[in-house]
């Protein structure tokens, strides 16, 4: 909105423009995007190949097994991440929130170096467990700890957070350093979509069942964003929600961490560009949040995969440049408004 | 009816709330009155299952507050407190949605919907049902907290200083509609005022606190006298009759 948007004290009515045309054009990238990304890569895999069941190129091979899987991965991610951040959001009474903000993830990358250093022989979904395990202790963690932050100190509520994170982060540096482990731990902390072929990414179906859930409860989470005492009032239990939302962060974020690795700023960013546009009911928000994390990770992760072809850059460099911009321009218009 | 029996309510080692019985229901409006740090708020908060007593009983038409379901609760009670800083970037529409909740739990039947379409109206926010609250004057913000309250259809309603920060025509509108949900909707509405002058033309009953005891309950006209409302703010008040109304003057 510029400021020619806001309103004036007219007393004609005036209603807000529909962002429908915004819908439609997330939707058209998402497909344009998903297909472009199956036909994105190394080997030369075009519809026509596939559709010729070329045997040298053993493209349909390649699509069943590598494509799609990626594809796919990345939408999951997309779209859970995005979700995690607007859950968080309103948990926090706070749009600088999200897991990657408030030490979440660190706590799960350190549950999943307890499980390497523990049992070297767990499954992936045992690890996947962990780790949501630890990231639920550190959302509880960063619950407490913000409770005696000022909910209107809007900056320091992520600053403590990312505190946080720096502290758990750096005991997980240690003991990783320690024990030999630092390589491991670069692979989750740099996220990339790059070895997810089939078998190694259905863990993301979780973190997508995650997103239905958050759809389900939705009333739920924007009743708990106008805070404990409007809740309360409703006759809504806040605790309950409040932990049925730590749940979901913090599965979404294990899931993710296991499969593609950390990826910065989306569940940051996406949500406070869909406040914008449509604002913060999370009912209305959540298609909107999943389509565009969807789209933004689709679009950064086939520009890792073409930028230095044959080689991959990973993607969370990618999402952090385009993240990182885009917070940054969110900042500054939000610090233009009189608040 | 609302009762409290006994209730106490400590911080530490200072009472908030010291031993107060009390019941509300009967009368339209009430207005709770009384210097900071008196004691409504909390008194507010106890009722509205916000805070515990550590003495006494709370109850609401005979349900006692910390044994009732909360969601039960919320169809004959609402409590709007009085900070309303909410952060969340919603629509006028979507608030008052949220006050159907108790009833609807999420899913809108018919009905929710003509209640919300009746608190719009009745609150004259049809102009910015689709405005965000962050886009509103002060207010049109509150008169969008009170269609909410309005649209949670429940008997008694609580208002924490819903006049903090308005200008003397809103403060005067959102008056006329607190005295018009009471008589044409048969609301039972205790709000919390500072000015006595309004507590004394909209209210039908007074209640005034202090220390964290009530120390004067009757019809607003017996409140308004110099020594009881000297005693109430520990403060000279002169109360003078203007066209058969007491004023209460407390400047100079």
């Known amino acids: ?339 | 009816m609302i009762a409290l029996e006994n209730v106490t309510k400590r911080y530490g080692s200072s009472t908030v709330v010291d031993d107060v019985s009390i019941a509300f229901g009967a009368e339209g409006v009430t207005a709770l009155i009384g210097p900071n740090g008196a004691g409504k708020s909390t008194l507010f908060g106890l009722v509205g299952r916000l805070l515990k007593p550590d003495a006494g009983r709370v109850s609401v038409d005979g349900q006692d507050v910390a044994t009732a379901p909360s969601a039960a609760l919320a169809t004959t009670l609402a409590v709007l407190r009085q900070d309303n800083s909410v952060a969340a970037r919603l629509t006028v529409h979507d608030l008052v949605e949220f006050g159907r909740f108790p009833h609807s739990r999420g899913r809108l039947t018919v009905a929710d919907r003509e209640h919300i379409e009746r608190a719009i109206d009745y609150l004259d926010l049809q102009d910015y049902r689709n405005r965000f609250l962050d886009e509103l004057s002060g207010g049109q913000r509150q008169r969008a907290f009170i269609a909410m309250v309005l649209a949670q259809d429940t008997k008694y309603v609580l208002l924490d200083e819903p006049l903090n920060n308005l200008d003397l025509r809103h403060m005067t509108e959102i008056m006329r509609l607190i005295r018009r949900m009471a008589d044409e909707l048969g609301k039972r509405i205790v709000i919390v005022l500072h000015d006595i002058n309004v507590a004394a033309t909209y209210a039908d009953r007074i209640v005034a606190m202090r220390d964290g005891g009530v120390v004067a309950d009757a019809p607003a006209r017996e409140i308004m006298r110099p020594e009881v409302l000297g005693a109430v703010y520990d403060t000279p008040v002169d109360v003078r009759e203007i066209d058969g109304k007491p004023v209460a003057l407390y400047y100079g």
């Open chain 1, 1 to 339: 909105m510029t400021a020619l948007d806001r309103p004036l004290t007219s007393t004609l009515p005036r209603l807000r423009p529909r962002r429908s045309w915004v819908g439609v054009l997330v939707g058209v990238l998402l497909v344009v995007l998903a297909v472009t990304s199956l036909f994105v890569g190394v080997s030369d895999v075009t519809p026509a190949s596939v559709l010729r069941g070329d045997a040298e190129s053993d493209a349909a091979f390649l699509l069943v097994a590598s494509r799609i899987p990626r594809t796919l991965a990345v939408l999951l991610v997309g779209a859970s991440l995005g979700i995690a951040g607007l859950i968080m959001q309103m948990l926090v009474r706070n749009k600088f929130v999200e897991p990657g903000t408030t030490g979440v993830s660190e706590f799960a990358t350190l549950g999943m170096l307890v499980t390497i250093v523990f049992f070297p022989g767990m499954a992936v979904v045992g690890k996947m467990g962990v780790a949501a395990a630890f990231g639920l202790f550190g959302t509880w963690v960063f619950l407490r700890v913000v409770r005696f932050v000022p909910v209107r100190q809007l900056v320091l509520v992520p600053l403590v957070g990312i505190m946080l994170g720096g502290v758990v982060g750096a005991v997980t540096t240690f003991f990783a350093y320690r024990l030999d482990l630092l390589q491991s731990l670069g692979q989750w902390s740099q996220g990339s979509f790059a070895t997810i072929v089939q078998g190694r990414y259905e863990f993301l179906w979780i973190a997508g069942a995650m997103v239905v859930v958050a759809w389900i409860a939705a009333d739920r989470f924007s009743v708990i964003g106008l805070g404990e005492e409007f809740a309360t009032n409703l006759g809504l239990d806040y605790r309950k929600v409040v932990a049925a939302g730590m749940v979901i962060i913090a599965v979404i974020t294990a899931a993710v961490l296991v499969t593609a690795g950390m990826i910065p700023f989306l569940g940051l960013v996406v949500p406070n560009v869909v406040s914008l546009i449509i604002g913060d009911n999370v009912r209305r928000a959540i298609p909107w949040v999943a389509g565009i994390g969807a789209v933004l990770v689709l679009a950064c992760d086939i520009v890792a995969r073409v930028v230095r072809m044959p080689y991959e850059i990973p993607l969370s460099v990618i999402v952090g440049i385009v993240g990182a911009a885009l917070f940054l321009w969110l900042l500054l218009r939000r610090g233009s408004r009189a608040h």
